[in-house]
C-alpha cells in the first residue's frame, strides 16, 4: 500500500469515529501529518524532555514512521471556556471525551494497518509519570516535528488551527516521506514578545518570572477542578491557557 492510501486510510478513520462518536463535543477539520523518526530532534527528546521520555524504537522496534493528528475543538468549545469564569463544563467534557475519541481512532487505525501488513502502536493521549503532569510519550513534540506547529508560551503547541485541541500518533513499521516543512515560530510572544495572554489568565498563576513555568501549582489547581466536577471521571483538565485569542483558533504569526 502507497503512502497515500495509507493516510487517507488514517484520515477515513478519524473521520468515522468521528461521525460515529455519540458524544457532545464537535471538532473543527482534522490536521494530519508525517514525522521522520531519523530527524536529529527525535535523538535530542531524553536530553530535552527527560530520561523518562521513549523512544519510537522503544514502543516498536521496527518504527520508521509517526504519523500525527490533531482534533481541534470547535468554537462554541473554546468561546465557552474562554467566557467562563470558572473552568467551563463544556471544556471539561470535551477533554474527556477527545481523549477516549482519539484511543478508538489509534485503535481502529491500528488495527486496519495491521489487517494490511503493517505494525502500528499507538500511546494513550494522556497518561502521566508517578503522578506528573508529563508522559512516557510527547504527543505535542511529535506533532512539532511533524511540522504541525510550534510550542507556545502556554506549552502547547499552536497549529494552523490554534492549540484548542488534542493530539494523538501512531507509530508505524513502514518508511512514509515527510515533506519540506519549513519551521514556523506560531507563538506572538516568541515571534515578537507581543502577547503574554495564556499567563496573563492562568487562574492558579502558574507562570513565573522570565516565563517559568510551575507544574506543580498547575497541577494543584487541576486537582481542585477534579473535585469541583465531581460527576465528572476526573478531567484534571483547566484550559484557560488554551483559549486566550488569538492562538485558541488559528495561528496569529
Not at 493528528?69 to 468561546?79: K, N, Q, R
Amino acid at each position: 500500500m502507497n503512502q497515500q492510501n495509507i493516510e487517507s486510510l488514517i484520515v477515513n478513520t478519524i473521520k468515522k469515529e468521528i461521525a460515529d462518536a455519540r458524544i457532545q463535543t464537535q471538532y473543527r477539520k482534522p490536521l494530519i501529518s508525517i514525522a521522520d523518526i531519523e530527524n536529529d530532534k527525535f535523538k535530542k527528546l531524553k536530553s530535552v524532555i527527560g530520561e523518562y521520555h521513549l523512544m519510537p524504537n522503544d514502543l516498536l522496534p521496527k518504527a520508521q514512521s509517526i504519523v500525527v493528528f490533531f482534533l481541534p475543538f470547535s468554537e462554541h468549545i473554546v468561546t465557552a471556556n474562554a467566557q467562563s469564569t470558572y473552568v467551563a463544563k463544556e471544556w471539561a467534557v470535551a477533554y474527556i471525551e477527545t481523549n477516549n475519541l482519539i484511543r478508538h481512532i489509534c485503535d481502529k487505525s491500528a488495527r486496519a494497518l495491521n489487517d494490511i501488513g503493517i505494525e502500528a502502536v499507538w500511546e494513550p493521549p494522556t497518561g502521566s509519570v508517578e503522578g506528573k503532569l508529563y508522559a512516557r510519550w510527547s504527543h505535542k513534540s511529535a506533532a512539532v516535528l511533524a511540522g504541525l506547529g510550534s510550542f507556545g508560551l502556554n506549552r502547547l503547541v499552536i497549529t494552523e488551527s490554534g492549540c484548542a485541541g488534542r493530539f494523538g500518533s501512531l507509530i508505524l513499521d513502514v518508511k512514509l516521506t515527510h515533506g519540506v516543512k519549513e519551521f514556523k515560530e506560531r507563538c506572538l510572544h516568541f515571534h515578537d514578545n507581543s502577547c503574554k495572554k495564556c499567563a496573563e489568565q492562568c487562574p492558579a498563576n502558574a507562570f513565573k518570572i522570565d516565563n517559568e513555568f510551575d507544574g506543580t501549582i498547575c497541577r494543584q489547581y487541576l486537582d481542585e477542578v477534579d473535585t469541583y466536577f465531581n460527576d465528572l471521571p476526573r478531567p484534571h483538565v483547566c484550559g484557560k491557557c488554551s483559549v486566550g485569542l488569538p492562538c485558541s483558533m488559528h495561528s496569529a504569526v
